[in-house]
C-alpha cells in the first residue's frame, strides 16, 4: 500500500471530534448550512425537481431526504438529486487550496449515508471533515489539466471516503474505498460552463452516486488498483500527481482543511469573484454611473481568458461570463442569484457595457496563491478617470472572512422560498448545536419540501 495512502486512511479512521479545535467544528458547521442552503435553493430549479421525482422513483422507496422536495429515496440516488441541486445555482463553497469544491461532493452523501445509518450529528460531522479533507489534499496534489473541469473528478473520492467512514470501516477497506473511487472518477471539461449546457450541474451528482458506489462496492469484496489516485490524476485527468504535496502536514497542525475554504457571495464562477469585489469596491468608493463607463479592463487568472462571451445564452453560461458579471453589477449593483435569472439576461444597458469589458490575463495569477493580486480592474470613465482597484482574497475567503451572520443571512436568502421563513431558522438553530443532535434525521425532517 502506497505510504501516502496508509497516512489518509489512518487519518480518516482516527478523525474524532472530541480531539479537533472549537474552530474547526465550527467551520464543519458553517459550511454544512452553506451547502445546506445551495441545496434547498437549487432544488427549486425545474429540471431539479424533476430529477428528484425521477431519484425517487428509479430508486424506490429509501430513508434519505431529497432536500427541498416531498419524497425520499436510497441514499445514492438521493445524493445524485441533492448535489446536483446544490451546485446549480453556483453557491456552494470551495477551496483555493484544493481547487474544487470539496463540501458539495462530500456533504450529500454523507447527509443521505447518515440519514440511512440512523447516526447523530457527532458522526455526521466527522464523516464531513474526513470527507473534506481528503478531498481537498488530493486536489492539491493533482497538477490539473487545462481543460479539466474540477467538479466531480477528485470529489468521488470525498464521496467514498464520508460513506466509509459512517460506515465504521477499518483503514484497509477505507484504502481500498479511495482507490475504487479513483478509478470511478467522472472526466468533465469546462465547456459545458460556458455553452451553459445543464448536464453540467450533474458532475457533483454523479460523482457523489459513483462514491457512495465505491464504498458499497468495497463492502461488497471489489478490489481496486494499488494506487488508484496516481493511476488516474497522472495520467488521465492531471499533468502530474504529487503523492507527498497530499499528505504535507497532515494532522500535524490542528488546523483542517474546512477551516481554510471560501463561501460564495457572489453567485458565479470563482474565477469571477475577485474581480466583482474590485468593481464593488470602485462603486462604493467612487459613485460612478453606468452611463459613465468608457471601458472596463480586467486583468485575471488565465482560465478566465475562456470566460469573455459578453451576451451570454443562458443562466449558467452567464455565471461563467466575466463581461456580464461585471456589466450587471455596474448597471444593477447586484451578483446574487437574482443577477443571472433568464429575465435579466437581455437587459440593453447590461450587454451593451458587457461589450466594453476588456479581460487580459496575468501569467503570474494563480487562485491557489495568497502572495499575489488574483485580479485588478480599471474602470475608464468618460471625463478622463482611470479607477483601480486590486483583490487578492475574495471576500467570503478565510483571509477575507465572511461574518456568521453574513453566511446565516444568506442561508436565510436561500432557504427561506423552500422551506418558509420558520423552517429556515430552525435548520439554522439545529446545525449550531449539530454535534449534539442524535439523529440526523432531526435535522433532515425540517427540509422537505411540500
Known amino acids: 500500500m502506497p505510504a501516502y495512502l496508509s497516512r489518509l486512511s489512518k487519518f480518516v479512521c482516527e478523525t474524532r471530534l472530541e480531539d479537533l479545535q472549537p474552530s474547526t467544528l465550527q467551520a464543519a458547521k458553517s ?29 424506490g422507496s429509501g430513508l434519505a431526504t431529497l432536500l427541498g422536495q416531498p419524497g425520499s429515496a436510497p ?24 481547487g474544487g469544491h470539496a463540501a458539495i461532493h462530500v456533504v450529500p452523501a454523507a447527509l443521505a449515508i447518515a440519514e440511512e445509518q440512523g ?20 486536489g492539491t496534489g493533482t497538477a490539473v489539466k487545462k481543460t479539466v473541469h474540477s467538479h466531480g473528478t477528485w470529489g468521488t473520492i470525498g464521496s467514498a471516503v464520508a460513506t466509509a467512514k459512517l460506515l465504521g470501516f ?28 445543464t448536464i453540467r450541474n450533474l458532475y457533483p451528482g454523479r460523482s457523489g452516486f459513483q462514491g457512495i458506489m465505491a464504498a458499497q462496492l468495497a463492502d461488497c469484496g471489489y478490489t481496486g ?48 469573484h475577485p474581480v466583482l469585489d474590485c468593481v464593488q469596491t470602485l462603486l462604493a468608493r467612487e459613485k460612478f454611473a453606468p452611463g459613465d463607463v468608457a471601458g472596463i479592463k480586467v486583468e485575471a487568472p488565465a482560465l478566465a481568458t475562456t470566460m469573455v462571451d459578453p451576451e451570454p445564452p443562458n443562466m449558467l453560461a452567464a455565471k461563467f461570463s466575466l463581461p456580464y458579471a461585471v456589466a ?6 447586484s451578483t446574487d442569484i437574482t443577477a ?34 488574483a485580479a485588478n480592474v480599471a474602470i475608464s470613465l468618460k471625463d478622463g478617470r482611470t479607477l483601480n482597484e486590486s483583490v487578492t482574497a475574495h471576500h467570503g475567503d478565510t483571509q477575507n472572512p465572511a ?8 442561508f436565510h436568502f436561500l432557504a427561506q422560498g423552500v422551506l418558509g421563513e420558520t423552517d429556515a431558522a430552525r435548520v439554522v438553530e439545529t446545525v449550531s448545536h449539530l454535534e449534539s443532535l442524535s439523529d440526523i434525521r432531526n435535522l433532515t425532517r425540517l427540509m422537505k419540501g411540500n
Open 403 to 410: 461574518s456568521q451572520e453574513e453566511l446565516e443571512g444568506k
Open 170 to 197: 477499518n483503514e484497509t477497506q477505507t484504502t481500498t474505498a479511495i482507490n475504487l473511487a479513483a478509478s470511478m472518477s467522472p472526466a468533465n471539461t469546462w465547456t459545458p460552463c460556458l455553452e451553459g449546457a
Open 119 to 138: 447516526v447523530g450529528g457527532k458522526r455526521f460531522l466527522e464523516s464531513v471533515i474526513a470527507g473534506y479533507e481528503v478531498t481537498s489534499r488530493i
Open 225 to 272: 488498483l494499488e494506487d488508484g489516485p496516481s493511476d488516474i490524476y497522472e495520467n488521465i485527468l492531471g499533468d502530474g500527481f504529487d503523492t507527498a504535496a497530499v499528505v504535507e502536514g497532515l494532522g500535524e497542525r490542528g488546523e483542517y482543511r474546512i477551516q481554510r475554504n471560501y463561501f460564495k457571495l457572489h453567485a458565479c464562477c470563482l474565477y469571477n
Open 31 to 59: 459550511v454544512v448550512l452553506d451547502t445546506i442552503g445551495a441545496m434547498l435553493a437549487g432544488s427549486s430549479l425545474p429540471e431539479n425537481g424533476k430529477l428528484a421525482q425521477l431519484a425517487a422513483k428509479t430508486g
Open 75 to 98: 441514499a445514492v440516488f438521493a445524493t445524485l438529486s441533492n448535489a446536483t441541486a446544490g451546485v446549480s445555482l453556483e453557491m456552494d463553497e470551495g477551496n483555493r487550496h484544493g
Open 340 to 373: 443571472y435569472y433568464p429575465d435579466r439576461l437581455q437587459d440593453p444597458e447590461t450587454l451593451a457595457l458587457a461589450h466594453l469589458v476588456e479581460i487580459t490575463t496575468d501569467p503570474k495569477m494563480d487562485l491557489r496563491r495568497y502572495d499575489y493580486p
Open 328 to 333: 450587471t453589477a455596474v448597471v444593477h449593483n
